[in-house]
Nanobody, 118 residues
Framework: QVQLVESGGGLVQAGGSLRLSCVASGLTFSSYTLGWFRQAPGKEREFVAHRMWNSFTNYADSVKGRFTISRDNAKNTVYLQMNSLKPEDTAVYYC????????????WGQGTQVTVSS
């Protein structure tokens, strides 16, 4: 079975930093694009960032310059370093995986809560 497990969420003051981790199992990690999404209360889930096995990255405009996605293929782990956090970053953050080049993310983690206070 495929499993994605996020960790690292919590409560932080505006301007602070957090690093989220996602450990994947049950898939060939290097063949997949790994991404991060988030969902705030009452809002649609939105794209945050993704990173392919060859280090190609993409970011949502709202987080560009503040967040950095990285991955360690040997450890089957993807990270999201979040700096200069704002209250509007408050959301449940989800790790997701898809075969590189496919149109759908079909494996999802359980989510980790990030709360940014002002």
């Amino acid at each position: 079975q495929v499993q994605l497990v996020e960790s690292g969420g919590g409560l932080v003051q505006a301007g602070g930093s957090l690093r989220l981790s996602c450990v994947a199992s049950g898939l060939t990690f290097s063949s997949y694009t790994l991404g991060w999404f988030r969902q705030a209360p009452g809002k649609e889930r939105e794209f945050v960032a993704h990173r392919m096995w060859n280090s190609f990255t993409n970011y949502a405009d709202s987080v560009k310059g503040r967040f950095t996605i990285s991955r360690d293929n040997a450890k089957n782990t993807v990270y999201l370093q979040m700096n200069s956090l704002k209250p509007e970053d408050t959301a449940v953050y989800y790790c997701a995986a898809k075969v590189t080049g496919s149109s759908h993310y079909d494996h999802w983690g359980q989510g980790t809560q990030v709360t940014v206070s002002s």
